[in-house]
C-alpha cells in the first residue's frame, strides 16, 4: 500500500470522525433546547394552554414529517452532480414548506373542531410558521450528515 492511499484514508477517516461529531452535537442541542422549550412552556402557561399546545404540536410533527419529503435522505445517498441536486432539492424543499404553510393556515379551522378546542386556531397558525423556516435546514443538515 503506498503512503498516498494510507494518507487519503486517514483524511476519509478524519472527515468521518468529524462529521459523525457534528451530527451527534446537532443532535444533542436539537433535544437539549426541545427539553428546555418544554419546561419554559410549563412554567408560562396554564394547564389548559399547555393542552392546546399539546394539540398543535402532535398535528405539526405530522406536517413535519411530511415537510421533509425525503429531501435529505435522497441528497444523503446521492452520488454524483450533488450540488445541482442540493440546488434543487433546496427550491422543493422551500416550496413544499410553503405549501404546507398554506394548507396548514386553511386546515387550522378543521384541526380546532377535530380536538373540540376553538382557541387551536390562532395558535396552530402560528405554530405553521415554523414548516417553511424548518425546510430552510433541510438540504444543509443533508450536507452536514453526508
Not at 18 to 32: D, Y
Not at 36 to 48: D, G, K, N, S, Y
Not at 66 to 72: A, D, I
Request: positive net charge; contains cysteine; charged residues 15%.
Amino acid at each position: 500500500m503506498s503512503h498516498g492511499v494510507r494518507t487519503e484514508q486517514v483524511q476519509v477517516a478524519k472527515q468521518a470522525v468529524w462529521g459523525t461529531m457534528w451530527v451527534f452535537l446537532s443532535f444533542v442541542l436539537g433535544k437539549t433546547l426541545t427539553f428546555v422549550a418544554t419546561i419554559i412552556l410549563a412554567r408560562l402557561l396554564a394547564p389548559e394552554h399547555y393542552g392546546l399546545m399539546g394539540y398543535c404540536l402532535a398535528a405539526m410533527n405530522y406536517l413535519d414529517v411530511l415537510n421533509s419529503f425525503g429531501m435529505g435522505a435522497a441528497l444523503i445517498s446521492r452520488r454524483d452532480k450533488v450540488e445541482e441536486a442540493a440546488n434543487a432539492a433546496f427550491v422543493i424543499s422551500i416550496g413544499i414548506g410553503l405549501l404546507l404553510f398554506i394548507g396548514a393556515w386553511l386546515a387550522a379551522p378543521g384541526i380546532a373542531r377535530f380536538f373540540k378546542e376553538a382557541e387551536v386556531v390562532d395558535l396552530f397558525r402560528v405554530l405553521a410558521i415554523y414548516l417553511p423556516i424548518s425546510a430552510l435546514s433541510t438540504v444543509p443538515n443533508a450536507i452536514i450528515k453526508r
